[in-house]
């Protein structure tokens, strides 16, 4: 819960302040400090916190189908969610595997680290 709150507050305080340092002291956005890694863990956290069933979670490249969204939960309904750094960008095999999910009726979403309002709202849905 700790890194969970942690994540959240990194975000918040990004939104308020706007700067950070990074280890050579540059200003940077505080939400560009946050690794995928880090950040991943953190929504696995808050979804097992909310009730989620991890069905999938793409472990790296080297052992995934190219393009597959880094997790899958299941509660009430079955979401995939792709995570991506805070300026991290879709590769096209990953556009086009969400494009093709969502055409099946899927529930995909993208979510960055300042996403982090939107992530508990989908979460915590409908759900309370």
């Known amino acids: ?21 990074n280890a050579a002291g540059k ?3 505080p939400l560009d400090l946050i ?8 929504v696995r956290k808050l979804a097992k916190l909310l009730g989620w069933h991890e069905v999938g979670c793409t472990w790296n490249s080297r052992h995934s189908v190219s393009g597959e969204p880094d ?13 991506k750094r805070e300026r991290g960008r879709c590769s096209d095999t990953q556009t086009e595997t969400i494009a093709a999910l969502r ?3 899927a529930e995909v979403h993208v979510f960055r680290p300042s996403d982090w309002d939107q992530i ?8 309370r």
């Open 27 to 29: 200003l940077v956005d």
């Open 35 to 42: 690794s995928e890694r880090d950040f991943q863990a953190n």
């Open 120 to 127: 508990e709202t989908v979460l915590d849905w409908p759900k």
């Open 1 to 21: 819960m700790r890194s969970i709150q942690k994540t959240h507050i990194i975000a918040k305080t990004a939104r308020v302040n706007g700067i950070a340092a």
């Open 71 to 83: 997790l899958r939960l299941c509660r009430e309904r079955v979401i995939w969610l792709e995570l």
């Open 103 to 105: 055409a099946a009726g």
